[in-house]
């Protein structure tokens, strides 16, 4: 037996219609958002790779670095905050 098909009516392309309707809205809607986005990124303030090297350079030259004492020399173990903490032997609590 051959299968029964259905004649399509005329309601069917107002249901189209609207699908590609709200799916041009959709691509709208997204392309509104990426450009707003982009904008935003646009409006950040730079910095010139020039400066911010000069930045860098500066701070590390005038910043003790305890991990470095090839270059800033033995730090005493009160300064050094890395140093393993004093443990007192007199103050144990059993």
């Not at 392309?13 to 709200?22: D, E």
């Not at 982009?38 to 701070?59: F, K, Q």
């Not at 270059?71 to 004093?86: M, T």
Request: with cysteine; proline share 7%; net charge positive.
């Amino acid at each position: 037996m051959a299968p029964s098909y259905e004649i399509r009516t005329g309601g069917d392309t107002a249901h189209i219609k609207n699908k590609k309707q709200s799916m041009a809205d959709l691509k709208l809607r997204r392309l509104t958002e990426l450009n707003l986005r982009l904008r935003e990124d646009l409006d950040r303030p730079r910095v010139r790779i020039s400066e911010a090297a000069n930045g860098l350079i500066s701070y590390t030259s005038n910043t003790r670095d305890f991990m470095v004492p090839s270059l800033w020399g033995n730090v005493d173990k009160r300064e050094d905050p890395y140093a393993p903490p004093q443990s007192n032997p007199c103050c144990i609590v059993m």
